[in-house]
């Protein structure tokens, strides 16, 4: 059974990083999966953030790609999110995801954690 | 603003069968496999329907999925009270090159 597991700080300052990696077990990260973090702000729906492929290929939302870096790294089987010049309107539930098969089939989800923007 | 539409909020009684639609595009729903997530309270989503209409494992046959031209449906059967969550429709979009959500839809268990 896969399990993601995200984890990162829960409060990031305006204008600052927000960094958060998705640690991958009963799996492997060098399978032929898309690897994708969504979000979704308190009460609101859900934002699909870019996604990553274990060799680096990335695909980011158009809407949040100058801000978006997503890298991975085999050898812990995690991959790890920044999202710079932060502001109040990224606070947000980010979820790590796996995608299986075609784009939009997320089958496996991390349980999810709060990062608040706030000085 | 979402790119795909659905209705906020949609309710039925026990034992009833409600319908959620979702309302995309050429360059979505028109074009690429629609999917469906069940959120309930507190919690991640979990996908409900894949391929338009395909279940996984383990999701009831109470639920099915249709599509027909830029609009896809998510039907639930025989309801219950565990249904009531919120439900989004996703897709992938080839003129943004990313994937796409609805902006949900809570389901409430009257």
């Known amino acids: 059974q896969v399990q993601l597991q995200e984890s990162g700080p829960g409060l990031v300052k305006p204008s600052g990083t927000l960094s958060l990696t998705c640690a991958v077990s009963g799996g492997s990260i060098s399978s032929s999966n898309w690897w994708s973090w969504v979000r979704q702000p308190p009460g609101k729906g859900l934002e699909w953030i870019g996604e990553?492929?274990?060799?680096?290929?990335?695909n980011y939302n158009p809407s949040l790609k100058s801000r978006v870096t997503m890298s991975v790294d085999e050898s812990k089987n995690q991959f790890s999110l920044k999202l710079s010049s932060v502001t109040a309107a990224d606070t947000a539930v980010y979820y790590c995801?796996?995608?299986?098969?075609?784009?939009?089939?997320?089958?496996?989800w991390g349980q999810g954690t709060l990062v608040t923007v706030s000085s | 603003q979402s790119v795909l539409t659905q209705p906020p909020s949609a309710s039925g009684t026990p034992g009833q069968r409600v319908t959620i639609s979702c309302s995309g595009s050429?360059?979505?729903?028109?074009?690429?496999?629609v999917y469906w997530y069940q959120q309930l309270p507190g919690t991640a989503p979990k996908l409900l329907i894949h391929r338009n209409n395909q279940r996984p494992s383990g999701v009831p046959d109470r639920f099915s999925g249709s599509k027909s031209g830029t609009s896809a449906s998510l039907a639930i059967s025989g309801l219950r009270s565990e249904d009531e969550a919120d439900y989004y429709c996703?897709?992938?979009?080839?003129?943004?090159?990313?994937?796409?959500f609805g902006g949900g839809t809570k389901l409430t268990v009257l």
């Open positions: 995801a796996r995608g299986e098969g075609e784009e939009g089939r997320f089958d496996y």
């Open positions: 996703a897709a992938w979009d080839d003129s943004l090159s990313g994937v796409v």
């Open positions: 050429s360059s979505n729903i028109g074009s690429n496999y």
């Open positions: 990553i492929y274990h060799y680096g290929s990335t």
